[in-house]
T-cell receptor
């Protein structure tokens, strides 16, 4: 089991550029979560999917953020245009079902200059 | 919306001392999970509590879920340097949307 795979591990971009973060969940996991971690705000839930369908996106900061899950093995989180305050570590996590442990990927450290 | 607070924010202990972190939710929870994140790493699942008043143990770690299912605690007996990291609780709502607590960063001095 390769675990949750995120890419890239690090991303440095300039303000105004589009950023796309990618996630491959563990095979067979029906739930996928996107979290953002900063020192100031801790771990924030941005959005989560169940069977590829977005269930709750109330944590998405604003319209600049969008997430998709076109199939059970792939999800993206896109920021367009990016801003310096978006700098954070973005984690993807998957879970096999309700009330099951979350398995986190290694995260993507995003720096927007 | 739902908020989950943890105290203390930081804790420095001498190796061998005990450590406790407390988690409080603004709403009643369906379940609560605990995670540990090492510096530079990602959160790793430790345990889940579901029942009111539940107590679970993992070696030197003891986890409790409050009677009202709004609070929880993690107690580590005789800390070791390997216990260093940030401990998070994550509260599950009826939709099993997990809101993470603010975390307690533990430093163990040898």
């Amino acid at each position: 089991d390769a675990g949750v795979i995120q890419s890239p591990r690090h991303e440095v971009t300039e303000m105004g550029q589009e950023v796309t973060l990618r996630c491959k969940p563990i095979s067979g996991h029906d739930y996928l979560f996107w979290y953002r971690q900063t020192m100031m705000r801790g771990l924030e839930l941005l959005i989560y999917f169940n069977n590829n369908v977005p269930i709750d996106d109330s944590g998405m900061p604003e319209d600049r953020f969008s997430a998709k899950m076109p199939n059970a093995s792939f999800s993206t989180l896109k920021i367009q245009p990016s801003e310096p305050r978006d700098s954070a570590v973005y984690f993807c996590a998957s879970s096999p079902g309700r009330a099951s442990p979350l398995h986190f990927g290694n995260g993507t450290r995003l720096t927007v200059t | 919306g739902q908020q989950v607070m943890q105290i203390p924010q930081y804790q420095h202990v001498q190796e061998g001392e005990d450590f406790t972190t407390y988690c409080n939710s603004s709403t009643t929870l369906s379940n609560i999970q605990w995670y540990k994140q090492r510096p530079g790493g990602h959160p790793v699942f430790l345990i889940q509590l579901v029942k009111s008043g539940e107590v679970k143990k993992q070696k030197r770690l003891t986890f409790q879920f409050g009677e009202a299912k709004k609070n929880s605690s993690l107690h580590i007996t005789a800390t070791q340097t390997t216990d260093v990291g940030t401990y998070f609780c994550a509260g599950g709502s009826g939709t099993y949307k997990y809101i993470f607590g603010t975390g307690t960063r533990l430093k163990v001095l040898a």
